[in-house]
């Protein structure tokens, strides 16, 4: 049977900052999807990490529905409403469109999703990741997908022998969507030269060549694209299916381990090191550090299974203890070199303020005339 799974994440007001939603809120948009979700809808989950909520939909509606768009853009719209009666701390912040125009995608919130042939079981996995940007899964996507150091069924299981197809997209063309296709393993090198570079290129689905069957997409949204400046870090979420032809949800856990640098942290605009938490859990130490939950389900005939917490096991305590150790590390540094992101990926507008004050300062010995040093290449906040 076809089933799609369709998820949605968006920050539509916290508590105290940038923290959590809120139980008040998640019961509004829980509601919202309750009353409303049938019958486009056939089962659904709400979560948070950090401030931002999932709503993870099943249905058999294909990709890019508008009916299952709407609704759960209504239903972050319902919440941003009431985030906004309760004073919350940036209601409405990702709906960055006042009107739904038939596909939630270019409106704000972060989508993936992906239309399958259920397997007789189905498990998969639900990421979902805060203070961060979609190119924070190109390195676990890749470890997972091309390197039996990680996945070992790349060398045990034949059904994997055939490798996976990457989709690639550069999230910095904003015309339209530009993508390309590369195998691993014969093109690791050309897919390693893109994924290096994460706040450009993006991976955007993983498929079996075995099979052809997707198994990972991604939310390749970013809001600065959207919104024409910067109005916050884009927060992805993924999804992959897991076992059989597909590598084991261990396999693809495992490159979370290393709690690897991404952009993101203290307003969008520094380097941290990514940390798997658990479902529903908050943000802290300087707005960060960024955050990772994975939650894993079967689904049979469009119903979901209660949902497992893949990163609450004890051995996930210990990486988070050496994430914390990394993230305290490089905040020793503060502003300097690589512990904040380079000019055009800062998310706040204050600073081209402050070049464009120095450059009428700045001298150029012997010379009376000089030409302009720095430029504000993007609109910020
Ligand atoms: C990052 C983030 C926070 C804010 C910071 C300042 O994505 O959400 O780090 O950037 O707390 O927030 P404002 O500018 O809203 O006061
Ligand atoms: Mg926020
Ligand atoms: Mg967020």
């Given at each position: 049977?076809?089933?799609?799974?369709?998820?949605?994440?968006?920050?539509i007001?916290?508590?105290?900052?940038?923290?959590?939603?809120?139980?008040?809120?998640?019961?509004?948009?829980?509601?919202y999807?309750?009353r409303h979700?049938?019958?486009?809808v056939?089962?659904f989950?709400?979560?948070?990490?950090?401030?931002?909520?999932?709503?993870?939909?099943?249905?058999?509606?294909?990709?890019?529905?508008?009916?299952v768009?709407?609704?759960?853009w209504?239903?972050f719209?319902?919440?941003?409403?009431?985030a906004r009666?309760q004073?919350l701390?940036?209601?409405?912040?990702?709906?960055?469109?006042?009107a739904?125009?038939?596909?939630?995608?270019?409106l704000?919130?972060?989508?993936?999703?992906?239309e399958i042939d259920?397997?007789?079981?189905?498990?998969?996995?639900m990421?979902?990741?805060?203070?961060?940007?979609?190119?924070?899964y190109?390195?676990?996507?890749?470890?997972?997908f091309?390197?039996?150091m990680?996945?070992?069924?790349?060398?045990?299981?034949p059904?994997?022998?055939?490798?996976?197809?990457?989709?690639?997209?550069?999230?910095?063309?904003?015309?339209?969507?530009?993508?390309?296709e590369?195998?691993?393993?014969?093109?690791?090198?050309?897919?390693a030269?893109?994924?290096?570079?994460?706040?450009?290129?993006?991976?955007?689905?993983?498929?079996?060549?075995?099979t052809?069957?997707?198994?990972?997409?991604?939310?390749t949204?970013?809001?600065?694209?959207?919104?024409?400046?910067?109005?916050g870090?884009?927060?992805?979420?993924?999804?992959?299916r897991?076992?059989?032809?597909?590598?084991?949800?261990?396999?693809v856990?495992?490159?979370?381990?290393?709690?690897?640098?991404?952009?993101?942290?203290?307003?969008?605009?520094?380097?941290?090191?990514?940390?798997?938490?658990?479902?529903n859990?908050?943000?802290?130490w300087?707005?960060?550090?960024?955050?990772v939950?994975?939650?894993?389900?079967?689904?049979?005939?469009?119903?979901?299974?209660?949902?497992?917490?893949?990163?609450?096991?004890?051995?996930?305590?210990?990486?988070?203890?050496?994430?914390s150790?990394?993230?305290?590390?490089?905040?020793?540094q503060g502003?300097?070199?690589c512990?904040?992101?380079g000019?055009?990926e800062?998310?706040?507008?204050?600073?081209?303020?402050?070049?464009?004050?120095l450059?009428?300062v700045?001298?150029?010995r012997?010379?009376?005339?000089?030409k302009?040093?720095?430029?504000?290449?993007?609109?910020?906040?």
């Amino acid at each position: 049977m076809k089933t799609t799974l369709t998820l949605a994440k968006a920050d539509i007001g916290s508590i105290g900052g940038h923290i959590k939603p809120g139980a008040r809120l998640m019961g509004v948009v829980s509601d919202y999807m309750k009353r409303h979700a049938r019958p486009n809808v056939k089962d659904f989950y709400i979560s948070h990490t950090g401030d931002d909520i999932a709503v993870l939909m099943t249905h058999t509606r294909g990709v890019g529905d508008t009916r299952v768009h709407r609704l759960v853009w209504d239903a972050f719209t319902a919440g941003a409403g009431d985030a906004r009666k309760q004073g919350l701390y940036g209601a409405g912040q990702d709906l960055l469109k006042d009107a739904f125009s038939g596909n939630i995608k270019g409106l704000g919130p972060a989508v993936c999703e992906m239309e399958i042939d259920e397997r007789p079981n189905e498990p998969f996995l639900m990421f979902a990741a805060d203070k961060t940007d979609p190119g924070a899964y190109n390195l676990p996507l890749y470890l997972a997908f091309v390197d039996p150091m990680y996945n070992a069924g790349l060398i045990l299981s034949p059904s994997m022998f055939k490798g996976f197809k990457f989709t690639i997209m550069d999230v910095s063309y904003t015309e339209g969507d530009r993508v390309i296709e590369l195998n691993a393993p014969e093109q690791i090198y050309d897919i390693a030269a893109l994924l290096r570079d994460n706040q450009r290129f993006v991976v955007e689905s993983v498929h079996s060549r075995a099979t052809g069957e997707v198994c990972a997409v991604v939310s390749t949204q970013r809001l600065h694209n959207i919104a024409g400046k910067y109005t916050g870090k884009d927060d992805p979420v993924m999804m992959v299916r897991v076992q059989g032809a597909f590598p084991a949800t261990g396999e693809v856990l495992q490159p979370f381990k290393i709690g690897h640098f991404v952009a993101g942290f203290m307003r969008g605009s520094h380097t941290g090191p990514l940390m798997p938490v658990k479902a529903n859990s908050t943000i802290s130490w300087f707005d960060g550090p960024p955050v990772v939950s994975a939650t894993a389900f079967c689904v049979h005939d469009g119903k979901l299974t209660e949902p497992a917490d893949a990163f609450d096991h004890p051995l996930w305590d210990y990486v988070r203890n050496k994430v914390s150790r990394k993230a305290i590390e490089i905040r020793e540094q503060g502003f300097s070199g690589c512990a904040m992101l380079g000019y055009d990926e800062l998310e706040y507008g204050g600073i081209v303020k402050k070049m464009d004050e120095l450059e009428k300062v700045f001298k150029i010995r012997g010379h009376k005339e000089q030409k302009t040093a720095f430029s504000s290449p993007k609109k910020r906040r």
